[in-house]
């Protein structure tokens, strides 16, 4: 009798999920299993939460929606507590002829969890799917690709290739086995405050994305995301992709069906040139590896140095600048920040007060409900001069900023009490 765990990691979904597919197909009994780590309690060296609330919360309502699926299909969802090796040794104590599938995540700490597993025995088959592209099919080698962006774009479009279609749904799940070894979790607290916006799951990632081709807003898209305010300049399809409630393959295919019967026009371009700077991000990770989560990044340039009282003014929104404090309250209270918001604040941090980028990214990686590895990472090596950009850094004038993005103060009077 063979045994298949799939672990849920990042792909918290059944469609589209070609790995747990094949577990499906490859296994007499099957346990889908979810794990928090002990990173979910730990405090990070600048002294915060690693994961925050707000994440916490997203993640629990996604796995409440998955074990709801799965149990439609006759299975179930395990969310224990510990770390993967040891938990995954506890049940191959118990059966004999044990594997383990699941999504392969290209970054150290994730990298690091199989390879502890490995070390136990226990034979681990990874899958790559989180990205819209196929890494294989691609115009160049992985570990040749173009380090600046509009050249890989430019490749890309050149070859004219696709993605693949997503997969759908298993019709069947093999049975659960019985006695599993472990006591099970519950997931906890879901009343916790969050951005009033997002709900975790992948019934509400449908929902989303239908209404948001439903209402046209493709359309509108070039001309509005860089907005900071409301729901609709941009997407928001960013918390449900980094969990994988829904994969980048459906929001593609959504892209290319919007196109077909609409036309294509500069809305729906930019979106799929958006989720491409995605699929870079991730790619690039295949490239460069550890090399990412340096202090250095890519070059020779050192960090700036780490002042604890300087970055709590920064990450509390005290700051000298009401902007950059209007949007760090926002991203405290809500979990969720516009993307141009985004680059001035991280902009500020790094070259107006002379911050650690790395903390600043740690900040990041806390608060947002759409915390992924490859864009947290990449976007702020980017801002910080310490990654692929041609232009070696991204300083914004963030008074300019001020400006153009918040001319009558709207924003800042939203988020802070005394503006
Ligand atoms: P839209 O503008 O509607 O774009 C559609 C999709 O394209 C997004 O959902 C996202 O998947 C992708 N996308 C758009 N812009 C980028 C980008 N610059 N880099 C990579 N993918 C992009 N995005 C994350 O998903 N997780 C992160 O942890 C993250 N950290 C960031 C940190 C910094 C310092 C900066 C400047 C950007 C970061 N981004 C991150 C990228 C971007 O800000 C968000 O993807 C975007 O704001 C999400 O909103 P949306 O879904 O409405 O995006």
């Known amino acids: 009798m063979k045994l298949i765990i799939y672990w849920f990691r990042n792909d918290l979904r059944l469609e589209d999920n070609p790995a747990f597919l094949q577990a499906c197909a490859d296994a007499d009994h099957l ?8 990173s979910y309690q730990a405090t990070t060296k600048w002294g915060f939460e690693r994961v925050s609330s707000h994440r916490q919360k997203f993640e629990n309502e996604s796995l409440l929606d998955l074990k709801t699926d799965l ?13 993967p ?4 040794a506890k049940f191959a104590a118990v059966f004999k002829d044990l594997e383990v599938y699941c999504q392969q995540i290209e970054a150290p700490e994730e990298k690091e969890e199989i390879l502890k597993i490995k070390k136990e025995g226990i034979s681990v ?8 592209l196929d890494p294989s099919s691609l115009p160049f080698a992985l570990d040749a690709m173009p380090d600046v962006f509009t050249h890989f774009r430019k490749e890309i479009e050149a070859s ?8 759908r749904m298993p019709g069947k799940i093999p049975p659960l086995p019985t006695n599993p070894p472990l006591e099970k979790c519950t997931i906890n607290d879901l009343s916790l405050r969050a951005s009033q916006f ?19 807003l493709p359309d509108t898209y070039k001309q509005t995301r860089n907005q900071l305010e409301g729901m ?15 994969s980048a393959r459906s929001i593609a295919q959504r892209i290319n069906a919007y196109e077909e019967v609409y036309g294509a026009n500069e809305g729906t371009y930019w979106l799929w040139f958006e989720m491409l700077w995605r699929d870079y991000f991730e790619f690039l990770a295949f490239k460069y590896g550890t090399r990412l989560f340096h202090g250095n990044g890519l070059t020779q340039k050192k960090s700036n140095s780490f002042d604890s009282v300087q970055f709590d003014q920064w990450r509390t929104g005290q700051t000298k600048s009401p902007f950059v404090n209007a949007g760090m309250t926002e991203l405290a ?13 991280a902009s500020y941090w790094v070259y107006d007060m002379h911050g650690d980028w790395q903390a600043g990214a740690a900040w990041f990686e806390s608060q947002l409900i759409d915390y992924d590895v490859y864009s947290n990472q990449g976007n702020w090596l980017y801002i910080a001069g310490k990654g692929t950009d041609p232009r070696g850094g991204r300083p914004f004038n963030v008074l300019k900023q001020q400006e153009m993005y918040d001319p009558n103060g709207r924003y800042r009077a939203r988020w802070l009490k005394n503006a």
């Open 71 to 83: 149990q439609r299909l006759g299975s179930d969802l395990l969310v224990v507590n510990g770390e």
């Open 125 to 132: 088959h990874e899958f790559w799917q989180s990205s819209m």
């Open 85 to 88: 090796s040891n938990v995954f």
């Open 333 to 345: 209270e809500t979990g969720f920040l516009s993307n141009r918001m985004r680059q001035i604040v």
């Open 31 to 38: 346990l889908p299993i979810a794990i928090k780590t002990a």
């Open 160 to 167: 004219k290739l696709r993605f693949a279609s997503p997969r």
């Open 232 to 246: 609709d300049f941009s997407s928001k399809f960013s918390p449900w992709l980094a969990t994988g409630c829904i």
């Open 198 to 216: 997002f709900k975790g799951g992948s019934q509400y990632a449908k929902l989303h994305v239908d209404q948001y081709f439903e209402r046209s």
